[in-house]
């Protein structure tokens, strides 16, 4: 079993920025990929982000000019350096981790809400 807990979130003005954190424990070796998702109200949630155990990323042709992932294996912690927020970046941003081959964890999510 892993758990995940994010942090990092809060209210900010447009432009502004945000870094948010995912902490794993538990079987944190087991972890291949870890993800951000995003759900705001009444919309799907999305894939925001992604980094595999050994670094290849992924980013959201919608925000890669402005968000960034990476993670400290050492921390089993993941980041999502977020630049430049816009009030559509509102959401729940919730981590995911992967273990492979088809067991998926999630944290219960934290809110950013940025304001125009």
């Known amino acids: 079993q892993v758990q995940l807990v994010e942090s990092g979130g809060g209210l900010v003005q447009a432009g502004e920025s945000l870094r948010l954190s995912c902490t794993a424990s538990g079987s944190v070796f087991s972890i291949d990929s870890m993800d951000w998702y995003r759900q705001a109200p009444g919309l799907r949630r999305e894939l925001v982000a992604s980094?595999?155990?050994?670094?290849?990323?992924y980013v959201a042709d919608s925000v890669k000019d402005r968000f960034s992932i990476s993670r400290d294996n050492d921390k089993n912690t993941m980041y999502l350096q977020m630049n430049s927020l816009k009030p559509e970046d509102t959401a729940v941003y919730i981590c995911n981790a992967v273990v492979i081959p088809d067991q998926y964890f999630w944290g219960r999510g934290t809110q950013v809400t940025v304001s125009s």
């Open positions: 980094i595999a155990k050994y670094g290849n990323t």
